[in-house]
């Protein structure tokens, strides 16, 4: 290594009475440094067309979102690799209720019938209204595994995303002939 000052000499100064990192330590760290981000969440009717009352609204994760992420790191011969899983997704859709979903929800097909569908996760919105926040939020759960056979759980990370949903109401007139 040379300095801008002409030095050329590298000196390793050892703390004699420092701590060594443990797995566990480095689990810590390696789950904080995983990149969890805001969920990316698609809706049926899509977001920005109105939903109606009485039909449901489904909720799901864009493709890809709902799969683990693991980081592993090492320091000298001690190594732990964390793992983040997601575990449920939970809906407040607006008017007072909390739905939970145990998975992504179900992505709405287009091409097939509406008789043919099923949703996961969906609300039915009793009411109209120009205001309703939705708030959606995954929760991942974590474990690690580290040097030595050590392992264990870590603590949740939730993530959430809030945006508007316009419900309105429709009026149908059935004539006979």
């Not at 009717?45 to 992420?69: I, M, N, Q």
């Not at 609300?123 to 050590?150: E, F």
């Not at 939730?158 to 149908?172: D, G, L, N, Y």
Request: charged share 25%; with cysteine.
């Amino acid at each position: 290594m040379e300095c801008s000052d002409g030095y050329r000499d590298v000196i390793w100064i050892t703390k004699k009475h420092a701590p060594g990192t443990s797995p566990r330590q480095l689990a810590r760290r390696a789950y904080a440094r995983i990149p969890i981000k805001t969920p990316k969440v698609l809706t049926a009717p899509p977001r920005g067309k109105d939903g109606l009352v009485g039909l449901p609204h489904w909720f799901y994760l864009a493709k890809g979102e709902w799969a683990a992420k693991s980081k592993r790191l090492r320091a000298g011969r001690v190594w732990a690799e964390a793992t983040a899983t997601p575990q449920r997704m939970t809906v407040n859709p607006g008017e007072g209720r909390t739905i939970t979903c145990d998975g992504p929800g179900t992505r709405y097909d287009p091409a097939r019938p509406a008789a043919q569908q099923r949703s996961t996760c969906s609300y039915r919105y009793a009411r109209p209204s120009d205001s309703n926040r939705v708030t959606v939020s995954v929760t991942w759960g974590g474990t690690w595994r580290g040097s030595g056979g050590s392992g264990g759980t870590l603590p949740p990370i939730t993530r959430s995303v809030t945006f508007p949903v316009r419900i309105v109401e429709t009026q149908a007139l059935v004539t006979k002939g």
